[in-house]
């Protein structure tokens, strides 16, 4: 083959490839669009909930910081009211044993003292009765 020839064949050859980069080209630009034309409006919209939810987590997550600091304020004031309340009602409860008791007791000495009395002037009134 001569020089020429050998030309003429390199350069259709690199129309053929100049030609097939061409259509890979179009078919890069085809596939791209089509793709897009099916997924973007799907993706934009799951884009728009997945910030609104992501949004929604966050003021949710600020929140439970918020009530988690807070819990940790309130657990040792409550611990120390709970502890409080607790010796108060058990002094409440010493306090009214206690004072029943003394209750209890004044009560029998009381009647005592009266019982005594009253079998005193029962024997009266049989020795009176008797006379």
């Known amino acids: 083959m001569s020089d020429e020839e050998l030309r003429d ?4 050859i690199a129309v053929q490839i100049e030609k097939i980069e061409q259509i890979a080209k179009q078919k890069e630009a085809y596939i791209t669009n089509k793709l897009n ?3 973007t409006p799907k993706m934009s919209d799951l884009e728009g909930k997945l910030k609104h939810h992501q949004s929604i987590l966050g003021e949710v997550n600020k929140k439970i910081e918020e009530l988690t600091t807070k819990k ?4 040792p ?3 120390n009211l709970e502890k409080e309340y ?3 009602k058990s002094d409440k409860s010493k306090t009214l044993n206690e004072r029943l008791k003394a209750i209890e007791r004044e009560k029998k000495t009381k009647t005592k003292d009266i019982d005594r009395e009253i079998k005193l002037l ?4 049989k020795a009176s009765e008797t006379k």
Request: net charge neutral; hydrophobic share 40%; charged share 50%.
């Open 9 to 12: 064949q390199i350069n259709r």
């Open 37 to 39: 034309e099916e997924f």
């Open 72 to 75: 940790k304020e309130l657990i």
């Open 77 to 79: 004031i409550i611990k």
């Open 86 to 88: 607790n010796k108060l």
């Open 122 to 125: 029962e024997k009266e009134l």
